[in-house]
């Protein structure tokens, strides 16, 4: 069974920079999955942040252009993002989230493509 667990996450000043790490467990060897991160503001719906196919191919909301950044370990598929420049408006729990369903991508995937997911972690940007 895939399972997906998030930690990295906590309490961090704006300005600063925090790393996402996704563990990636349970794949068949065949299996080559686009990741990505989502996120939940309070009052807000769920975002997708950033997401990575099998190629490489990586996609950003356009808030986080430039200061996120978005990467796998193909091995294990360990997925990462890392968070420069942090703002108070990206406070959210972050979401892991993937899917053996899609070979390359070309912008952001919805939600809905994505098969699995982690159960989110806390990031809070203070000012």
């Known amino acids: 069974q895939v399972r997906l667990a998030e930690s990295g996450g906590g309490p961090v000043q704006a300005g600063g920079s925090l790393r996402l790490s996704c563990t990636s467990s349970?794949?068949?060897?065949?299996?080559?999955?686009?990741m990505a991160w989502f996120r939940q503001a309070p009052g807000k719906g769920r975002e997708g942040v950033a997401a990575?196919?099998?190629?490489?191919?990586?996609f950003y909301t356009n808030s986080v252009k430039g200061r996120f950044t978005i990467s796998k370990d193909n091995a294990d598929h360990t997925l990462y993002l890392q968070m420069n420049s942090l703002e108070v408006e990206d406070s959210a729990v972050y979401y892991c989230?993937?899917?053996?369903?899609?070979?390359?991508?070309?912008?952001?995937?919805?939600?809905?493509?994505?098969?699995?997911w982690g159960p989110g972690i806390q990031v809070t940007v203070s000012s």
């Open positions: 990575i196919d099998r190629d490489g191919n990586a």
């Open positions: 989230a993937a899917t053996p369903d899609i070979a390359t991508i070309a912008s952001l995937p919805a939600e809905r493509f994505f098969r699995y």
């Open positions: 349970g794949w068949s060897p065949l299996n080559r999955p686009c």
